[in-house]
């Protein structure tokens, strides 16, 4: 006799089979590759500034600040989004934005195939935007960069459209760690973000590009950690509330950031003229916020650095905080190139220096990173990722605390707040919903038997095609299709109106039986300890709307499932988190709230 779980010997913790080891071994290419694509851009950026503001074609580190073009600066990035509008115009539309809503809209709906083209034209347009002073980062546009490599990789392999996504994910994770050496932020951009599951296929292919990535950068003696920080704060009562506020107010900037991009965006959608002219009003404004406040231009690095060391005053601050994210928003709603990470942080940095005044006593830098992240966190909606990626940029593993208490409490405030983050908002506005929410489907932990009809209804071998007919024609006869079973209680198969219709066209005669009629053909059966999961593919496959539930041990007929039973199991999973009841009632009389908060 065989097991009652025989059928379920395949069932196991994860699906991930041995093919994840060669899909590993391709992210290794992948973060190579995407390594070599980051440091170019790094480089292209510094050429650019260097050429566009000092006239010299070289890579050396020269300060925005001490450009000799004076008033004339203003038109720098003015020509700089020209070339830019030229090149979405006439290259490829894909580069415009800051690269990491397309990821996603390329992974989710575009089977995560991405073209040459955008691996070529994204870094090349992002050095020329951050570099003619746009107020970016590179990581937006590296992350779109070493998706694209990772994509194209892929897309010469026999790989499956999940395999594609990983090495898609793959190379941005790779791009994300060379550009800043958080190699576990990046894993973690990739689960918060990118891959839209939790799984060992999508996880170990990921983790090994990042850490490949990290490895090469370190042997290339690229810095890390890029901005060192020392300071710390010791937990109390009266640091948790600076750590929560804090919190509260990067949640509410992160909401207003969000607004002002895409209201700026709906702004620039009203124009008369045609989008490849847009980024050259964005570059105006940038060039004018950068002859008011030099720092706000280009990728700002040395402001994080500078407000870590506590050498921003609270004025200085909030000049930079205003300006930046004036020129950030603008440029950014206008469709040209660039990142959000950066800026995110010089803003979040800036608001945490201003508010270092009220808040309770901490070493100089220690508000600042605190908003830096908690910012990052809400406006990506990404907790996690901001919070290791502000540990990693300053290699202070004892700001664990503090900065996963500010992210949570932001991600908080525009989880309640906002419907969409800043990368989302671009996705959905393009006609396309979004949900970031993992969870387990209940098909995969629910068995046939806790939602199969064990009452069946079923009808004999015995009769004949003309009884069936009328059978189920009947005005008493409650269901469209029954099984029909044999003397011994076996299922031969399934009869319903079409069937029925078949049959009379075929000539069968009125007098056969069903029996005769079912001979020899093939019945698929469901199990009582089988999964829904399972079950729904072979309802799929077979077409039909109902399967008889058979006993593994002697094959009798003991249920009946269909679609509707399913859907039943959806409605439960709804109930759970919409109904509410005192399980403890401590000797009153248990009150039950369903849906507090609903309409009437």
């Known amino acids: 006799m065989k097991s009652a779980h025989a059928g379920n010997g395949h069932l196991r913790d994860f699906t991930t089979d041995p093919r994840v080891l060669i899909i590993a071994a391709i992210a290794v290419v992948v973060a190579t590759a995407g390594l070599f694509a980051g440091i170019v851009l790094l480089k292209l950026i510094r050429l650019t500034t260097n050429i566009a503001y000092f006239g010299q074609f070289t890579l050396a580190e020269l300060r925005l600040e001490d450009t000799p073009l004076g008033l004339a600066a203003v038109i720098v990035p003015v020509i700089g989004a020209l070339i830019i509008g030229l090149m979405a115009r006439f290259g490829s539309e894909k580069i415009r934005g800051h690269g990491i809503p397309e990821a996603i809209e390329a992974i989710l709906l575009g089977r995560s195939r991405l073209d040459a083209k955008v691996a070529v034209l994204k870094p090349l347009s992002s050095a020329i935007s951050i570099g003619s002073g746009g107020p970016f980062g590179a990581e937006g546009p590296i992350i779109m960069t070493g998706g694209a490599i990772g994509s194209l990789i892929a897309q010469m392999l026999p790989v499956s459209d999940n395999e594609r996504k990983t090495l898609l994910v793959a190379g941005a994770a790779a791009g994300m760690t060379t550009v800043f050496g958080t190699p576990i932020a990046a894993i973690m951009l990739a689960v918060e973000l990118l ?56 949640g509410l900037l992160s909401g207003l950031l969000t607004q002002l991009v895409y209201a700026c965006e709906d702004a620039f959608q009203k124009l008369p003229i045609h989008w490849m002219w847009w980024p050259m009003i964005g570059g105006l404004v940038v060039g004018i916020g950068g002859l008011i406040e030099p720092q706000a231009l280009g990728v700002g690095y040395d402001n994080i650095a500078n407000m870590l060391d506590g050498r921003v005053v609270a004025a200085a601050a909030l000049t930079l905080l205003v300006v930046k994210a004036i020129i950030w928003s603008v440029a950014l709603g206008s469709g040209t190139s660039g990142g959000v990470l950066a800026p995110l942080l010089i803003m979040g940095g800036a608001m945490g220096a201003v508010l270092a005044g009220i808040l309770p006593e901490a070493t100089p830098g220690f508000w600042p ?73 209940p098909f995969a932990l629910t068995r046939v038997n806790e939602v199969m009809t064990t009452k069946v209804e079923s009808v004999p071998a015995t009769m004949t095609l003309h009884g069936a007919a009328a059978f189920l024609t009947a005005p008493d006869t409650r269901h469209p299709s ?58 799929l496959l077979a077409n039909v709307s109902h399967l008889p539930v058979v006993s593994r041990e002697n094959a009798r007929l003991v249920g009946y499932i269909g679609w509707k039973d399913l859907m039943r199991v959806r409605s439960k999973k709804q109930a759970e988190e919409r109904d509410r009841s005192a399980l403890l009632s401590f000797g009153s009389r248990r009150k039950a709230e369903q849906g507090i908060g609903d309409p009437v």
Not at 215 to 226: A, F, N, Y
Not at 239 to 248: A, D, N
């Open 369 to 441: 990173l605190l908003a830096m992240a908690a910012t990052m966190g809400g406006t990506m909606r990404a907790p996690l990722t901001a919070t290791f990626f502000a540990v990693e940029l300053t290699g202070n593993t004892h700001m664990l605390v503090p900065l996963i208490a500010a992210c949570a409490t932001a991600h908080a405030v525009t989880v309640l707040l906002m419907k969409r983050s800043i990368l989302t908002e671009k996705v959905a506005r393009r006609g396309h919903h979004l949900v970031r929410e993992y969870r387990v489907d």
């Open 482 to 539: 029954f099984p029909v079973i044999n003397e011994e209680g076996h299922v031969l198969g399934l009869i319903d109106p079409p069937a029925i219709l078949r049959w009379r066209r075929a000539g069968k005669h009125r007098k056969t039986t069903l029996g005769e009629l079912l001979a020899g053909s093939k019945v698929t059966l469901a199990y009582p300890d089988e999964y829904l999961e399972g079950l729904s593919d072979k309802l």
């Open 195 to 250: 891959l839209f599951e939790w799984t060992p296929r999508s996880f170990i292919p990921v983790a090994v590009a990042a850490i490949v990535a990290e490895v090469e950068r370190t042997l290339l003696h690229l810095p890390g950690p890029i901005f060192p920080f020392s300071g710390s704060m010791e937990a109390s009562v009266v640091g948790l509330g600076g750590w929560v506020l804090v919190g509260i107010a990067s």
